[in-house]
Nanobody
């Protein structure tokens, strides 16, 4: 059974940083892409960042262009954990952040097959 469990959310002031983690288990051998998404109240879910897993032989990263430079996605292959480092946080970054995984590589798509339950991030001004 696939499990994606996010952690690291919380409340910080604007300008601060948070590091989200996603521990994965039960992923099929064909899962080569994982990513982070977020959904703010009243808004649609949007992609934040995604990356090919080390097992694919290509750890290419992809970002939502509007967030590139402040957010960094990374992985710890040995611990089956995905990270999202978020710096210079703004109140507009407040949202539930979700971890997701995809069968196949990331390539040009944000479509995912498996989802975590999310972790709440709140940024105060």
């Amino acid at each position: 059974q696939v499990q994606l469990v996010e952690s690291g959310g919380g409340s910080v002031q604007a300008g601060g940083s948070l590091r989200l983690s996603c521990a994965s288990s039960g992923l099929a051998s064909g899962v080569f892409c994982m990513g982070w998404f977020r959904q703010a109240p009243g808004k649609e879910r949007e992609g934040v960042a995604r990356m090919n897993l080390q097992a694919s032989g290509d750890s290419t990263t992809y970002y939502n262009d509007s967030l590139k430079g402040r957010f960094t996605i990374s992985q710890d292959h040995a611990r089956n954990t995905l990270f999202l480092q978020m710096d210079s946080l703004e109140p507009e970054d407040s949202a539930v952040y979700y971890c997701a995984a995809r069968i196949g590589t990331c390539f040009t798509t944000w479509v995912m097959d498996y989802w975590g339950k999310g972790t709440l991030v709140t940024i105060s001004s």
